[in-house]
């Protein structure tokens, strides 16, 4: 039973456009959510995470939002570069730490220059 | 800025053979993680340790064994390694079991045949 689904395995942007990633959760008890990026050969590193108190959280070319009643996010990301493309994971968390933590399986993006 | 390490990068088992995956991480942070990924799959906990001195299972523990050997340093068994360990492993740590935003290592690469 996957808590967190992430049901595009992949994605193809060209550059300058804007990228939308999307996640749905089935756990109404989830509270925080983060989006983690992972390069090929390389360990997953954390990009931008919201609280359930927040329907909006951004950082620069990052923005995830949040829709609780529907409990779904997404990640934009805009301009989408050609070095954005990676796998990203989505991930939840419902408030027992991290050792709780909820991942995706992933969607890989491909930003074409 | 080394961050999370992990040993080896690669490796290749025989079936019933063990081996000890060795992490260490140099951000002073009291809890660690042993992720595995699987194709297709999200990131799915194998143990962690909260803090120094204790250990505990994650969503799937059967075949491994964890030591906490200090502060710095958590590493994972494999007592008799099996064919469907085949995985890419990832170490990751936090500041703190609440602090969802974890810190990964580059993984190692493992087959068993």
């Known amino acids: 039973d996957q808590q967190v689904k992430q049901n595009s395995p992949s994605l193809s942007v060209q550059e300058g456009r804007i990228s939308i990633l999307n996640c749905d959760y089935t756990?109404?008890?989830?509270?925080?959510f983060l989006w983690y990026k992972k390069y090929p050969a390389e360990g997953p590193t954390f990009l931008i995470s919201?609280?359930?108190?927040?329907d909006k959280n951004e950082d620069g070319r990052f923005t995830v939002f949040l829709n609780k009643s529907a409990k779904h996010l997404s990640l934009h990301i805009v301009p989408s570069q050609p070095g954005d493309s990676a796998v990203y994971f989505c991930?939840?968390?419902?408030?027992?730490?991290?050792?709780?933590?909820?991942f995706g399986k992933g969607t890989k993006l491909t930003v074409n220059p | 800025n080394a961050g999370v390490t992990q040993t080896p990068k690669f490796q290749v088992l025989k079936t019933g053979q063990s081996m000890t995956l060795q992490c260490a991480q140099d951000?002073?942070?009291?809890?660690m993680y042993w992720y595995r990924q699987d194709p297709g799959m999200g990131l799915r906990l194998i143990y962690y340790s909260a803090s120094e001195g204790t250990t505990d299972k994650g969503e799937v523990p059967n075949g491994y064994n964890v030591s906490r050997l200090n502060k710095r340093e958590f590493s994972l068994r494999l007592e008799s390694a099996a064919p469907s360990q085949t995985s890419v492993y990832f170490c990751?740590?936090?500041?703190?079991?609440?602090?969802?935003?974890?810190?990964f290592g580059s993984g190692t690469q493992l087959s068993v045949l």
């Open positions: 991930a939840a968390s419902g408030g027992g730490g991290s050792e709780k933590l909820v």
């Open positions: 951000m002073n942070h009291n809890s």
């Open positions: 990751a740590s936090s500041e703190m079991t609440a602090n969802e935003k974890l810190f």
């Open positions: 919201i609280s359930s108190i927040k």
């Open positions: 756990n109404s008890m989830f509270d925080y």
